[in-house]
């Protein structure tokens, strides 16, 4: 995502290069070209001019210019107006109540269903808390079986009713079954809806009325651009929603929408999803989406990817075997499991600054990342995962044969292994630092 916008705003620094100071007229030059990349990021004119206006004044109000470069004061001064256009600080989800009642609205085919489905997970899994979906949209006819699908798959049960046709009296039946049942939140999946179809737009106000959500959540594809802001605003009109979700943003390169939604609606961005696995939710970070698009990456939500995956105790054990040079084929693929439920292999080797713009026109998948590593690995027997120094040639003919692969690509593995094992062995006790150390002497 907003990789035009990055490539555009990277050349607008560089007409700054060489200069020693910032003045109105080189700084007119940049501004202007940052202007027209916020547009073709697909960021309304009013919402770009407003932003440039910003920078100029903050830039050409500075005092101090002698302790950095102009070009690098511009980069963290667009960066810092990034962030504050977006919102500055990530706004979490109301769940207080009892239970708490978080209402979905949005367009057709905006990503209500699925959105609702990640929600429920993310809610279950991170906060711990015991959710129900409520079935709400009774105009699409596959609505439902999506929801229960979707429930079934994260182990979230949903709340429906044959026959009825009223969304509102669903959902205050579902909200009344929660509290008797003991679910701690109630997320609502209604019916998508034009801003300009007054019928339904006096429905989901209705609907809203009586449910009294503790959060009311709109969702907008942000492939739509500008239009996505234009439809935020008539649904806000009607609804007062506390926060926007922007789904499909894995398939915007722009990124119009996340830049200028804030500015327009005035209410917060608080998830983004990025991609089709329910597990592609991610809270909206301002701060450091304005990192990822001037190029800086995003180590603090790869850490924090990495710690949903990981536990102490896991890590711990880890540790210990890695000492005692006890890492086999088993934990190496184990691991391998963890770190593709971490995500998009290319979203999180995005994430460390200066490799983004590297592997930009890398296609990584991640099953054909991992594919033949872990055919090779699965082709071996217990005892050789266990003890892989015990396989001799003729075991390693029989592991390719039954891997679909090659003998070359078996030694290869094998070959890597070991250096991983060796390279991790020193890293768990030490070794590698004092060889670092004895390096640089």
């Given at each position: 995502m907003f990789d035009n916008l990055s490539e555009r705003l990277e050349r607008s620094f560089k007409i700054l290069k060489g200069e020693g100071k910032i003045s109105d007229i080189n700084i007119a030059e940049t501004l202007k070209d940052i202007r027209r990349a916020l547009l073709d990021a697909d960021v309304s004119y009013k919402v770009a001019?407003?932003?440039?206006?910003?920078?100029?004044?903050?830039?050409?109000?500075?005092?101090?210019?002698?302790?950095?470069?102009?070009?690098?004061?511009?980069?963290?001064?667009?960066?810092?107006?990034?962030?504050?256009?977006?919102?500055?600080?990530?706004?979490?989800?109301?769940?207080?109540?009892?239970?708490?009642?978080?209402?979905?609205?949005?367009?057709n085919g905006s990503g209500k269903t699925t959105f609702c489905g990640k929600l429920a997970l993310n809610v279950k899994s991170k906060k711990g808390m015991k959710v129900l979906l409520a079935a709400c949209d009774t105009f699409r006819p596959a609505a439902i079986e999506q929801l229960k699908t979707l429930g079934a798959q994260i182990d979230v049960p949903v709340y429906t009713e044959e026959g009825v046709k009223d969304p509102a009296r669903i959902a205050l039946s579902a909200v009344s079954n929660a509290k008797s049942e003991g679910y701690s939140v109630v997320i609502i999946d209604t019916a998508g809806r034009l801003a300009v179809d007054e019928e339904l737009m006096n429905e989901i106000s209705d609907l809203h009325k009586s449910v009294k959500p503790t959060e009311t959540l709109f969702v907008v594809d942000a492939m739509t651009g500008q239009d996505a802001v234009s439809t935020a605003k008539a649904f806000n009109d009607r609804l007062d929603?506390?926060?926007?979700?922007?789904?499909?943003?894995?398939?915007?390169?722009?990124?119009?929408?996340?830049?200028?939604?804030?500015?327009?609606?005035?209410?917060?961005?608080?998830?983004?999803?990025?991609?089709?696995?329910?597990?592609?939710?991610?809270?909206?970070?301002?701060?450091?989406?304005?990192?990822?698009?001037?190029?800086?990456?995003?180590?603090?939500?790869?850490?924090?990817?990495?710690?949903?995956?990981?536990?102490?105790?896991?890590?711990?054990?880890?540790?210990?075997?890695?000492?005692?040079?006890?890492?086999?084929?088993?934990?190496?693929?184990?691991?391998?499991?963890?770190?593709?439920?971490?995500?998009?292999?290319?979203?999180?080797?995005?994430?460390?600054?200066?490799?983004?713009?590297?592997?930009?026109d890398v296609d990584i998948d991640n099953e054909s990342a991992f594919k033949t590593t872990e055919a090779i690995i699965l082709s071996m027997t217990p005892y050789e995962k266990q003890h892989p120094e015990a396989i001799t040639g003729s075991r390693r003919k029989r592991i390719a044969d039954g891997s679909g692969t090659s003998l070359p690509e078996v030694n290869k593995l094998l070959k890597q292994f070991e250096g991983t094992r060796k390279m991790m062995k020193m890293a768990a006790t030490g070794g590698l630092a004092q060889k670092l150390r004895a390096f640089k002497r």
């Open positions: 001019k407003d932003f440039c206006d910003r920078v100029k004044e903050k830039a050409i109000g500075q005092n101090v210019l002698t302790a950095v470069k102009p070009q690098q004061m511009m980069v963290k001064i667009v960066h810092d107006e990034l962030a504050e256009f977006m919102g500055s600080n990530a706004s979490d989800v109301n769940l207080k109540g009892s239970p708490a009642v978080v209402l979905v609205a949005g367009l929603f506390d926060g926007v979700v922007l789904t499909k943003l894995d398939g915007d390169t722009r990124g119009g929408a996340a830049l200028s939604i804030k500015a327009v609606v005035g209410k917060p961005i608080k998830y983004v999803s990025t991609g089709e696995k329910m597990e592609a939710l991610d809270v909206f970070h301002p701060a450091r989406i304005a990192d990822r698009i001037l190029g800086m990456g995003d180590v603090v939500s790869l850490v924090e990817k990495a710690q949903e995956q990981f536990d102490e105790q896991q890590a711990r054990e880890l540790k210990k075997k890695l000492a005692k040079d006890q890492f086999t084929l088993e934990d190496f693929y184990n691991q391998i499991q963890q770190v593709k439920k971490m995500g998009n292999i290319k979203d999180l080797a995005s994430m460390i600054p200066g490799v983004e713009k590297a592997i930009k």
